[in-house]
T-cell receptor
């Protein structure tokens, strides 16, 4: 089955710096790669996603890149703010089969 | 308001006492899924359903059952709970190829 590895497990940055979280996946059939943000005590919520026919997607301060050949994708957050502090999860999904595999999560702390 | 509703939100039970966690969505989504979240292990998929009467095992299905008799409901059944099923459970729904919408979570403790 699919295996998703996410790094780093914890990340601490100064406000205004950039943060990068990386994920690798094993199943070349995976075709949908979302990123979810989970604030303390809350449910995960989608922040950005990318499909396998696209290499990069950007939404204001957040961007995701996908390298299908190397089977890895990354989340980039620029100009970080304290409210970006949360746990971030990547996931790899083969939409035709319905299975989703999540990474173990990255705890991002943005210091004011 | 579009939402996924889980009940109960918190439950303490004892080993072997059957329980059901309900999940209901009002967005007419075909896809529904259950996950458990444990510290350091991310979200692990228990079961999922791509439509009514269609269910499949995720990565950690042992000890759980599900049913999908109606499009909006996807209950998670623990026939004989054990302490290793103590966890935070999330139900989620989506259109077939899109964003997951999660419920608020159900924190289960099995003594």
């Amino acid at each position: 089955g699919e295996n998703v590895e996410q790094h780093p497990s914890t990340l601490s940055v100064q406000e205004g710096d950039s943060a990068v979280i990386k994920c690798t996946y094993s199943d070349s059939a995976s075709n949908y790669f979302p990123w979810y943000k989970q604030e303390l005590g809350k449910r995960p919520q989608l922040i950005i996603d990318i499909r396998s026919n696209v290499g990069e997607k950007k939404d204001q301060r957040i961007a995701v890149t996908l390298n299908k050949t190397a089977k890895h994708f990354s989340l980039h957050i620029t100009e970080t703010q304290p409210e970006d502090s949360a746990v971030y999860f990547c996931a790899a999904t083969y939409t035709n089969a319905g299975k989703s595999t999540f990474g173990d999560g990255t705890t991002l702390t943005v210091k004011p | 308001e579009a939402q996924v509703t889980q009940n109960p939100r918190y439950l303490i039970t004892v080993t072997g006492k059957k329980l059901t966690v309900t999940c209901s969505q009002n967005m007419n989504h075909e896809y529904m899924s259950w996950y458990r979240q444990d510290p350091g292990l991310g979200l692990r998929q228990i079961y999922y359903s791509m439509n009514v009467e269609v269910t499949d095992k995720g990565d950690v299905p042992e000890g759980y059952k599900v049913s999908r008799k109606e499009k909006r409901n996807f209950p998670l059944i623990l026939e004989s709970p054990s302490p290793n099923q103590t966890s935070l459970y999330f139900c989620a729904s989506s259109l077939l190829h899109g964003e997951l919408f999660f419920g608020e979570g159900s924190r289960l403790t099995v003594l």
